[in-house]
């Protein structure tokens, strides 16, 4: 099972941008989807997640500036950043919880989207 992220770029302060990433595989359900970040030489950080359920958590750094959204349909999940901030720049990447019957529980990690905020 994959990951396939998209929507980052490079954007002024203050600007907005839409990240998505859709699955791809053969799985039977998905747990928890989210967003994390790095920045250069920091770790990763959790930035947002959804839970199957719908319930949503953020990094303090973020709430009210970025929403979460899945597509259950889809199986996708967007993240809409506004209101960036130069602080906001690093490598997105979305992680998932699939579960699948023949395989369990597997953990998986898109190939990550450079976001890049400009001052």
């Known amino acids: 099972v994959q990951l396939q992220a998209s929507g980052g770029g490079l954007v002024q302060a203050g600007g907005s941008l839409r990240l998505s990433c859709a699955p791809s595989?053969?799985?039977?359900?998905?747990?928890?989807m989210g967003w994390y970040r790095q920045a250069p030489g920091k770790q990763r950080e959790l930035v947002a997640v959804?839970?199957?359920?719908?319930?949503?958590n953020y990094a303090d750094s973020v709430k009210g500036r970025f929403t979460i959204s899945r597509d259950n349909a889809e199986n996708t999940i967007y993240l809409q950043m506004n209101s960036l901030k130069p602080e906001d720049t690093g490598v997105y990447f979305c992680n998932a919880e699939f579960f699948s019957y023949r395989m369990g529980y597997i953990n998986s990690w898109g190939q990550g989207t450079q976001v890049t905020v400009s001052s």
């Open positions: 959804v839970r199957r359920g719908g319930n949503t």
């Open positions: 595989g053969s799985f039977n359900y998905i747990n928890d």
